[in-house]
T-cell receptor
């Protein structure tokens, strides 16, 4: 696609529920990244994919967080048993794999109530 | 471990003033990339510039200029003749290559909120 697409744009969920966040990167971009941005804060790295592999998942905060990427394209970030501290904007970015310039999506604003 | 510090949390200027946003980084890698991103009030982060650690040449793009100094581990960003549309949060970022130049995470600073008043 023309840009990085994330869905849903907003998600309100009850504490303890599972959520899935989706990212559709720019067509042909081999690298895909997930970051989290809490209100008024910087960007916290979660995980990145090169193709379908995740060479660095060091930023996942707990085993409640997982991500996968299929077909070298769409990625899903899953948060199980959501907690209030999971509330944040989850940002996805992709790059062409030759450079590390990120193209970001608009993000998914997750609110856990 | 890589680290980026943007000491200025908020800056407020009047239109047409020049403003410099500071960025200091820490890395043990000899090959790395530095970036600046802009996050306007609409929310979507936009890439502005990438710099390779081997290239210390300063760069100018219109009213924007960047000063990269390895000796002080700084990569500062100057906006000349600021405009209201420059109001945004600006993030500096660092990406170590670790020998892999293809892809890798970036570490972001906490951002500097720039407000340009008319």
């Amino acid at each position: 696609g023309a840009g990085v697409s994330q869905s849903p744009s907003n998600k309100v969920t009850e504490k303890g529920k599972d959520v899935e966040l989706r990212c559709d990167p720019i067509s042909g971009h081999t690298a895909l990244y997930w970051y989290r941005q809490s209100l008024g804060q910087g960007l916290e790295f979660l995980i990145y994919f090169q193709g379908n592999s995740a060479p660095d998942k060091s930023g996942l905060p707990s085993d409640r967080f997982s991500a996968e990427r299929t077909g070298g394209s769409v990625s899903t970030l899953t948060i199980q048993r959501t907690q209030q501290e999971d509330s944040a904007v989850y940002l996805c970015a992709s790059s062409d794999g030759r450079h590390r310039d990120y193209t970001f999506g608009s993000g998914t604003r997750l609110t856990v109530v | 471990a890589q680290k980026v510090t943007q000491a200025q949390t908020e800056i407020s200027v009047v239109e047409k003033e020049d403003v410099t946003l500071d960025c200091v980084y820490e890395t043990r890698d000899t090959t790395y990339y530095l970036f600046w991103y802009k996050q306007p009030p609409s929310g979507e982060l936009v890439f502005l510039i990438r710099r390779n650690s081997f290239d210390e040449q300063n760069e100018i793009s219109g009213r924007y200029s960047w000063n990269f100094q390895k000796s002080t581990s700084s990569f500062n960003f100057t906006i000349t003749a600021s405009q209201v549309v420059d109001s945004a949060v600006y993030f500096c970022a660092l990406s170590e290559t670790g020998g892999n130049t293809n892809a890798g995470k970036s570490t972001f600073g906490d951002g500097t909120t720039l407000t340009v008043k008319p």
